[in-house]
């Protein structure tokens, strides 16, 4: 059992930089794979990037060079820096884990790149 709860998002200019962050209740040594996903309006949610418990990083090439997973293990606390944002990254952003064939979600949170 894993609660997740995100925290960040918000309104940024095309150009501009938020950092999204996702706490988890429990340690996050103990979680095979953390990831965010997006669900843009009217569609389903897809992978945006995931980081494993060895470290190992992924990325949807939309994202690559622009947004930078990491989990901070003595914080249970994952993260997404998101630099160079684009009016396409707009999105509701959400957090899950999947610890032991369980996969757990965030609320979600809104990030909206508009000038």
């Known amino acids: 059992q894993v609660q997740l709860v995100e925290s960040g998002g918000g309104l940024v200019q095309p150009g501009g930089s938020l950092r999204l962050s996702c706490a988890a209740s429990r340690r996050i040594l103990s979680i095979n794979v953390m990831g965010w996903y997006r669900q843009y309006s009217g569609k389903e949610r897809e992978l945006v990037a995931s980081?494993?418990?060895?470290?190992?990083?992924d990325y949807v090439d939309s994202v690559k060079g622009r947004f930078t997973i990491s989990r901070a293990n003595a914080e249970n606390t994952m993260y997404l820096q998101m630099n160079g944002l684009k009016s396409e990254d707009t999105a509701v952003y959400y957090c899950?884990?999947?610890?032991?064939?369980?996969?757990?979600w965030g609320q979600g949170t809104q990030v909206t790149v508009s000038s």
């Open positions: 899950q884990a999947r610890k032991n064939g369980r996969v757990y």
């Open positions: 980081i494993t418990d060895s470290g190992r990083t």
